[in-house]
């Protein structure tokens, strides 16, 4: 099944404590991108990676890290996590050429809590 | 960066046809305009998506003008099942172009029986 699956789907940590939050697709998608999403503002891209060994930062990439050594995996590290990075996090996926330049595929989403 | 600006909230009756519309004033000449539907505790999901004039699909249409300053989506006969958030995105991926894409806040559909 064609899919971007995320790990963990629910952590809470502390302040402090390095984390690092897995993505995964299967599709052989080139571009691959991390989004937060906070109640009332939306979905804010953190970093966005057009390839393997290309990212680049989004909206709000302040506190986060990327890396993309493999074209199926992107993930998303918090050096030193703060309660202000407490969200719902989406990993997505995307051919980037063809018909649907921008169709999406999202994943299932990773709740973070900083205490 | 082109930005969007949605209502944040319609409401709407059963077997009613919903538009929603979306602005995007500087939106750049390679950007395409996509639409997402997102229900809680979900990712987005991908609706439609245009360059320019009416593009159709089972679930929906999207009509954008010729100055592309601005997108309508048409949800024809919606039923409950349809409440959910509906984000319009300006952007464009296609490779070699490393583009950063923004979603607006997006529109609560409330459909109501």
């Known amino acids: 099944e064609a899919q971007v699956t995320q790990n963990p789907r629910y952590l809470i940590t502390v302040t402090g404590k390095k984390l690092t939050v897995t993505c995964s697709q299967n599709m052989n998608h080139e571009y691959m991108s991390w989004y937060r999403q906070d109640p009332g503002l939306g979905l804010r891209q953190i970093y966005y990676?057009?390839?393997?060994?290309?990212?680049d930062k989004g909206d709000v990439p302040e506190g986060y890290k990327v890396s993309r050594k493999e074209k199926r995996n992107f993930p998303l590290i918090l050096e030193s996590p703060s309660p202000n990075q407490t969200s719902l996090y989406f990993c997505?996926?995307?051919?980037?050429?063809?018909?649907?330049?921008?169709?999406?595929?999202f994943g299932p989403g990773t709740r973070l809590t900083v205490l | 960066l082109a930005k969007t600006t949605q209502p944040i909230s319609m409401d709407s009756y059963e077997g009613q046809e919903v538009n929603i519309t979306c602005s995007h004033n500087n939106i750049a000449t390679n950007d395409y305009i996509t639409w997402y539907q997102q229900f809680p505790s979900q990712g987005p999901r991908f609706i439609i998506q245009g360059y320019k004039t009416k593009v159709t699909n089972e679930v929906a249409s999207l009509f954008i003008p010729a100055d592309r300053k601005s997108s309508t989506l048409s949800l024809p006969r919606v039923s409950l099942s349809d409440t959910a958030v509906y984000y319009c995105?300006?952007?464009?991926?296609?490779?070699?172009?490393?583009?950063?894409?923004?979603f607006g806040s997006g529109t609560q559909l409330t459909v109501l029986p």
């Open positions: 990676s057009m390839n393997v060994e290309v990212t």
């Open positions: 997505a996926s995307s051919l980037s050429g063809g018909s649907s330049y921008n169709e999406q595929f």
């Open positions: 995105l300006v952007g464009d991926i296609s490779s070699g172009s490393a583009r950063q894409l923004t």
